[in-house]
Structures are given as structure tokens and as C-alpha cells.
């Protein structure tokens, strides 16, 4: 048994109603708020499982406007899928689901309740309807057969679709948007997650979505916290409405339990569980939770022990020693022991409803990942998002045991007490955990003219069927780039409009801004993709139990960092390659390809003399910056990320206590870091908004 404090969360209850919609009886007191409620942008502030999904679309069926949902991943999305299916059922609908499998004659009517369309469109399931075809003419077929009007639809997607969608990269783009602009509500759900530079290409995209003068699309953020966004979003949105769920934490008339009691024990953690000994001790507490009865009579979970943690490696090698464990004394580890990490790709994850009973280790990837509920816990966190994501997590729908791993300051809070309601649990995680911001502020500052910039003249592209050549229409562009900002106009925070930081808007500046290597090369890997920093590679499956023999993945550099391996060409691999891949990379793109897992040192930049001297600039080149590895296969690939689609912000100052969430690569000879791919920007926010802080004191 852990030797750390023990502790245990009190029950969670939320006010009822005497109101019912379809089979649904009792509806919570927010969700009868959010539903009626007036106004065309909605923020619903609720603890995890008090049914958010189900006011946003009570809300959009009572109103009889069709809507998108937009989730950050496409775990959530398939699991919402089948839960919003459920819940139209119970609300007297035919839900009608289009995701891999579908036909035109599937929008027949099928029964005699009022069908209602669910299209699941995310890149992977569009790709397996496309087959040889291309993932746009498939989505413009579906939405053109659901545009009817005697029926509902509602698309559930992820905002890297639309972000393809926008920028043309899908084929038949315009028919798309001219169809995705028939739908009268876009929600959000947790919304928390967005920030910096995905806060904005999402929030931006969402205005032009809904229209310029008198919008008619509704919005609707759900979430179970809010920074300082909902600062950014109050000062945008004058209609704003916000709605918070009171919870209570005893029972009594007119109350229903959202949370049942939870307890276990804390340890304190000072840093992020790395070494082979913490692996170890880790591995036996599952054990001990896997081995453990559990309070929930007949039923049985999906997952019996959930392991988050911050390290891919450290869950790695983890899974690999807990499945020693299993081994030793003659269980079937690979059937009991699920991985879910950035190093596991999508086709490789298990379904999480098709497990029984089983130990499931992972990431930050599970935090939104599929709606489920376990009785044995055991995670650690570092910011309050991750510490709430996860521990909600347990006690949803019967008791739970956890194992908490947090930072000192947490853990003297909560060594206080031995009996925590819940609302001061989460209350003394507030003033534990240092929040970090969204940046929600950099919204409104001349660095996000950038993004609207590549966003312009990402959605400017032309393609040359005959001659396979993508062109660039700078008019167009410049157009588009002023429509952006029209519709972004009432964006503001703390008193500064985005309209007002921009500068000026004249179709000669536009231009010459349009041709600046950031707004290239985001417009070429950022706005499209959703992330710079990628990189193509092939490991061996067994690496992540996986039964395939190869596995092909983007990984973020920093993933790659912890592999060993050599950098070649795709083209020698091109016949292995999956199809989504070879539609993304040519021969000619580099491919790493990975032996086994390795300690690498940190990387490190050697930054040439002079190239940051003024107010701590932009540097892009190699003859500027050269990132040093030792391996000599991840130096080439590190350096070629910089030198070929990357922008670099020099943070004079930056260090380990800055925001873990930023990219860096710490300066060799210089105290400051690297920051890279389209979070410099937000360094190059932040640094300038410290030395005006710094100027006016």
C-alpha cells in the first residue's frame, strides 16, 4: 500500500427539475437553462458527467437548427457518436449514422419516429468511405443527399477537418462550405483545451463560419472550467449568456448524484515520473488495483485500473513491466494491459467498449478520449486542466480508488484534511496547481495577424489538375484576408481589439505581409495540418504492442527525439506506405526510421552570434540556428524541420519553470530557449507584452 496521505471526495449533487424531454425525466436545473435560453452564443460552465452534451442538443432539436459539434479528437467524436445516437433515441428520434459505412438510400426514412442524420466526419472515417477516391467528394455527396428539409442533421468533427475544409485542401471545397454554411449551430465541447495558436485558428474560423453582420449561426462552449477565456469570450460577444451548474454536496429534495465518493492516496511528486524505480513501484500498484474488488455490483467496467501520466516513455515502459508482472505468473498480459499515447497510432488503439476488465495506461490522449468510467485510478498531473480531466475520470457512476501523484504544493493541501467535499477539493486544486493561461490575450495582438494571414492564403490555393502543381491566388488572398477580419472584428480582450492591432489594411501592405516566410510556411503546415513540428515514422510494432509488423505515424519531433534510428527517404518505403501518408508525403520527404526507444539527451540549439540581437528576434535559417543532437540522424531531422517549415522565437529567460506546453529547445551558450512552430508567436506576444509591463513600471 502507498505510504502517502489518505484522503476522500464527498459525493456531488446538482439540482433537478421538474421538466422532461422525450423518455428523459427530470432534466438538471443548467440544462433547462441552456436549452430555453435566449441568446445565440451559450456558455455552459458544468462539472464532468452533468450532461452537457445532452443541453447542447436538446437545445439545437428544440430549435430545429441543424448543427456541427466539435470535439478536439477524433476518439471523443467516435464515442460521441454513439452517445448522441443513444440520447436522440431516448428523445424520440430515429438516429440515422453516417461514418464508414454508408449509401445514399441510408437517408430513407426508417421508422416512424422523425430520423435525424449523424455524419461522423473526421479524416479517418472519410478516408475509409473515399477508398480510392478523394475524402472531400465524399463529404460533399453526404451533405448534399442530408440537405433536405423535412429532416435534422448534425455533423460531429474535429476542427482539423474544418481547418481543411477552409483552406482548400479538400476536394470540392466550396461545394462544402457552401453546405456547411446551412447549418445554424456550432458547439464546442471542451473548450478548455484550446490554446495559444489552436485557440485562435479556432475561434477565428468560428466567426467567419458564422457570418459578418447579424449572424444567424448560434454557438454554443461547453466546458467543465474556464480561464481566461472566458474573459476573450465575454469581450467578443456582447449576447453572450453564461450558465453555471451549483453543485451541492449533501443530498436532498430535488437533487440527483452526478459524482459518487472517491478515495486513495496522494503522493508527492516534484517532477514528471520518468525512471525505471518509479516504474517499478507504479507497476505494483496497479497490480494491487488489479487484483482489488471492487463496489459496483453486477456490472463490470471496460477498464478495471486507468494509468495516466505526462511521459510517453514513462508509460512505455510501464505497460512493459506491468506486463512482466502478468506474464510471470501466467496471465495473458497482451489481452489485460491497452496502451493509448501519442506513440500508438489510431489504427492501433483499442476499443475501449470491446474491453473487459482491463488495465488501460496512457496520456494526455485519454483525457478526452471516450466517455468511460473505472473503479481504480492512478495518474499524476502538472496544471489543474490535466488534474481535473483525469481525476474526473473515477466516481462517475459508482465509487472509486485512486493513487494521485502530484506536485508538493498539492500535496500539502491536501494533507490537511483526511475528508474533502468536492467543490473543496477542486478548490484547493485551483490554488495548488499554477493555471496556466490560454494566452487568450494574444488573440487581439498583431502577432495573431499571422495566423489570419496564412489562414488567407491557405484558403487562396490553386491546383493544376494537368500539371499536379499547387499555385498560390495572392488576390484572392488579400480578399479573403479582409473578409477574416470582418468577421473577427468584435474579437477583444481587456480593453484591446483585434481590429485595432493589426495595423494597416490597405491591398499593398496586405500583399507584402502575405509574402513573409511565417505566413508561408503556416499556411503550407500549420493552418492545414494543425501542427509544424511533425515528422513521418516507421517503427516496429512491437515497439507498442502492436500485432502489425511496421507501424507508420506522424509523430511530433519531440516523440521522435525519444526514439533511435536513421533519417531516409520515403521513397524507399512508398509500396509499405498507408494511403493517408502517401497522399500527404511525395518520394522525396523524409521518413524516420525508428529501431528501438532511446534516453537521448535534450536537445540543444547553438544560436550564431548576433542572429537574436534585436528585441530577441525571429531566427530561421541553419547558418542562424543549428539544433545539436547526439544522434546524428535526429540532428539532421530536427535541423531540417527548422531550416525547411518552422518558426523560431528566441525567449531570452525562458526556462524549465516556463509553460511546459510551449515547444523549446534550450540555448547552449545563452540563457533562453528556442521556441518553435507557430507557439512563437505567443512567445513573441508575450515577450513584447513583458518589456511594455517592464516600460511602464
Not at 478 to 507: H, T, W
Request: glycine share 6%; aromatic share 8%; hydrophobic share 40%.
Amino acid at each position: 500500500m502507498p505510504t502517502g496521505q489518505h484522503v476522500r471526495v464527498g459525493e456531488v449533487y446538482v439540482p433537478l427539475t421538474e421538466q422532461k424531454i422525450g423518455e428523459i425525466e427530470n432534466l438538471y436545473e443548467h440544462q433547462v437553462r441552456t436549452i430555453e435560453s435566449d441568446s445565440n452564443v451559450v456558455v455552459l460552465d458544468a462539472p464532468t458527467g452533468s450532461g452537457k452534451t445532452l443541453a447542447a442538443l436538446a437545445r439545437v432539436m428544440t430549435r430545429r437548427t441543424p448543427a456541427v459539434f466539435i470535439y478536439p479528437t477524433n476518439s471523443l467524436v467516435r464515442d460521441q457518436v454513439r452517445q448522441i445516437s443513444k440520447l436522440l433515441s431516448k428523445l424520440g428520434y430515429s438516429p440515422n449514422i453516417i461514418d464508414d459505412e454508408w449509401a445514399p438510400s441510408s437517408v430513407e426514412r426508417a421508422s416512424d419516429k422523425e430520423p435525424v442524420d449523424i455524419i461522423h466526419a473526421t479524416g479517418e472515417t472519410l478516408e475509409k468511405l473515399a477508398g480510392e477516391g478523394a475524402k472531400g467528394s465524399v463529404l460533399e455527396r453526404i451533405l448534399a443527399a442530408t440537405d433536405r428539409q423535412d429532416r435534422m442533421r448534425i455533423v460531429l468533427t474535429n476542427p482539423d477537418t474544418l481547418y481543411l475544409v477552409n483552406s482548400g485542401m479538400y476536394h470540392r471545397h466550396g461545394l462544402i462550405s457552401d453546405q456547411l454554411f446551412k447549418f445554424k449551430a456550432i458547439v464546442v465541447d471542451e473548450f478548455h483545451l484550446y490554446s495559444g495558436p489552436t485557440l485562435a485558428r479556432l475561434l477565428f474560423m468560428l466567426n467567419e463560419m458564422r457570418g459578418v453582420s447579424k449572424p444567424q449561426v448560434e454557438l454554443a462552449f461547453l466546458s467543465a472550467t474556464h480561464g481566461d477565456t472566458l474573459s476573450l469570450l465575454e469581450s467578443t460577444y456582447s449576447e453572450l449568456h453564461l450558465i453555471r451548474a451549483e453543485p451541492c454536496t449533501d443530498a436532498g429534495p430535488g437533487l440527483k448524484k452526478i459524482r459518487y465518493s472517491t478515495h486513495g492516496a496522494v503522493m508527492s511528486q516534484s517532477l514528471v515520473l520518468t525512471d525505471d524505480e518509479s516504474a517499478m513501484q507504479v507497476a505494483h500498484d496497479i497490480i494491487r488495483f488489479y487484483d482489488s474488488a471492487y463496489e459496483w455490483g453486477a456490472n463490470r467496467p471496460n477498464v478495471k485500473v486507468l494509468a495516466i501520466f505526462s511521459s510517453v516513455t514513462f508509460a512505455l515502459s510501464l505497460a512493459n513491466v506491468v506486463k512482466e508482472i502478468l506474464n510471470a505468473r501466467g496471465n495473458d498480459s497482451e489481452a489485460v494491459v491497452k496502451q493509448i499515447h501519442g506513440l500508438i497510432p489510431h489504427s492501433a488503439r483499442p476499443d475501449i467498449e470491446k474491453l473487459s476488465e482491463a488495465i488501460l495506461i496512457g496520456t494526455s490522449a485519454i483525457e478526452v478520449g471516450v466517455d468511460f468510467d473505472v473503479p481504480f485510478l492512478v495518474m499524476e498531473a502538472h496544471d489543474l486542466a490535466s488534474f481535473l480531466q483525469r481525476f474526473g475520470r473515477g466516481g462517475r457512476h459508482a465509487p472509486c480508488e485512486f493513487l494521485l501523484h502530484v506536485p508538493p504544493a498539492m500535496a500539502l493541501r491536501l494533507g490537511e484534511s483526511e475528508e474533502f467535499s468536492f467543490p473543496d477539493f477542486v478548490t484547493e486544486a485551483e490554488a495548488a496547481f499554477h493555471e496556466f493561461p490560454s494566452y487568450a490575450g494574444f488573440l487581439c495582438s498583431r502577432q495573431a495577424k499571422t495566423i489570419l494571414l496564412a489562414m488567407a492564403l491557405a484558403g487562396s490555393k490553386t491546383y493544376d489538375m494537368y500539371r499536379k502543381k499547387e499555385g498560390l491566388d495572392f488576390k484572392a488572398a488579400i480578399e479573403y484576408f479582409k473578409g477574416l477580419i470582418e468577421a473577427n472584428r468584435n474579437v477583444s480582450m481587456d480593453g484591446i481589439r483585434l481590429i485595432d492591432s493589426i495595423g494597416p489594411l490597405d491591398d499593398t501592405q496586405i500583399e507584402i505581409d502575405l509574402e513573409r516566410f511565417p505566413v508561408e510556411v503556416m499556411a503550407k503546415h500549420s493552418f492545414a495540418r494543425g501542427t509544424m513540428n511533425n515528422i513521418l515514422v516507421k517503427y516496429p510494432g512491437r515497439l507498442v504492442g502492436s500485432t502489425e509488423m511496421q507501424v507508420f505515424a506522424e509523430l511530433d519531433v519531440f516523440d521522435v527525439f525519444r526514439l533511435s534510428g536513421v533519417l531516409d527517404s520515403a521513397g524507399n518505403h512508398w509500396s509499405d506506405l498507408p494511403k493517408p501518408f502517401r497522399r500527404r508525403y511525395d518520394e522525396e520527404s523524409s521518413i524516420f526510421v525508428a529501431h528501438d526507444f532511446a534516453k537521448h539527451p535534450w536537445p540543444k540549439a547553438l544560436i550564431a552570434q548576433g542572429a537574436s540581437a534585436r528585441n530577441g528576434a525571429s531566427v530561421f535559417l541553419r547558418k542562424q540556428t543549428t539544433i545539436r543532437v547526439r544522434s546524428p540522424g535526429l540532428t539532421e531531422v530536427m535541423n531540417n524541420i527548422l531550416e525547411k517549415r518552422n518558426l523560431v522565437f528566441f525567449w531570452r529567460g525562458m526556462s524549465k519553470a516556463t509553460d511546459y506546453r510551449i515547444p523549446r529547445i534550450y540555448a547552449e551558450e545563452e540563457n533562453g530557449a528556442l521556441v518553435i512552430g507557430d507557439w512563437a508567436l505567443v512567445a513573441q506576444y508575450l515577450h513584447q507584452k513583458q518589456k511594455e509591463e517592464d516600460r511602464q513600471s
